[in-house]
């Protein structure tokens, strides 16, 4: 799943294996989040009352491919979409079908990768088809804005858990000014990513500040919170791979590809 080429440094860092990237090899990221970017804008575009996840899945391949990448999760310990799209009560790694057909007032999350020359780019969405609740809508703001907070403290010099930290602080402000008690998934989160999707260090969207590596110049990483309208707790289907809440409550999922740098955060994938 990667190309030649790639000659990032793998640095121990507190235990982990991390691999730093160079700046150029920053830009080649770039390069691949701005695929899953486009991907994802499109998908926005097309998600809609009567479209079902396989046609969904069927246009961020060929978006995908026609940018001359490669879809990550295709295959990917034989996941069999190019997308996760994930309806509802799902939360993460719902596989496309013809049998889910979207319907006005759904909550769709789509989860989207590419590989291009050897490097990865991850992120997330989550879409209003239709009209939904405004219990939906603030949900899915809710999951925003812990990313987008958890993404503002990725700085030189921090900790790995202060994304935690803060990422658990805002999903728990939005709960109180939304008068909902939001289920925070701890069972999965966010992760390095470079020349593979899924790299050291483990980022959970839960934690004490001040623990895990700190942030260095080069690390990039995918922040990824996912809450629920309910209870935390989630199961996974038979089909080994969607993932949906015990209680069957509405879930919204968003991601960032970021890399930290002497500027501050910068998203690849915007």
Known sequence: MTGGGVRAVVRKLRG?????????????MRAAGA???????????TARPGVSTAELNEVAEQSIREARAVPSFLGYHGFPGSICASVNHEVVHGIPSREQVLADGDLL???CGAILDGWH????????????????????????????????????????????????????????????????VADYGGHGIGT?????????????????????????????PMLTAGSHLTEELDDGWTVVTLDRSRAAHWEHTIAVTPDGPVVLTA
């Not at 503002?152 to 008690?181: F, K, P, Q, W, Y």
């Open 196 to 224: 593979s999707m899924h790299m050291d260090p483990y980022l959970p969207n839960v934690g004490r500040p001040g623990r895990g590596p700190k942030l260095v110049a080069g690390m990039a990483l995918a922040i990824e």
């Open 121 to 184: 780019g991850d992120a997330a969405v989550t879409i209003e088809v239709g009209a939904v609740g405004a219990s939906d809508r603030k949900l899915s703001a809710a999951c925003r804005s812990a990313l987008l907070s958890g993404i503002e403290v990725a700085r030189l010099g921090a900790r790995l858990t202060d994304i935690s930290h803060t990422v658990e602080n805002a999903i728990m402000e939005a709960g109180r000014a939304d008068g909902v008690e939001y289920g925070i």
């Open 16 to 28: 982990k294996n991390i691999e730093i990237k160079s700046n150029g090899e920053l830009d080649a």
């Open 35 to 45: 695929v899953v970017a486009r991907t994802l804008t499109l998908l926005e575009r």
């Open 109 to 111: 999350s789509i989860d």
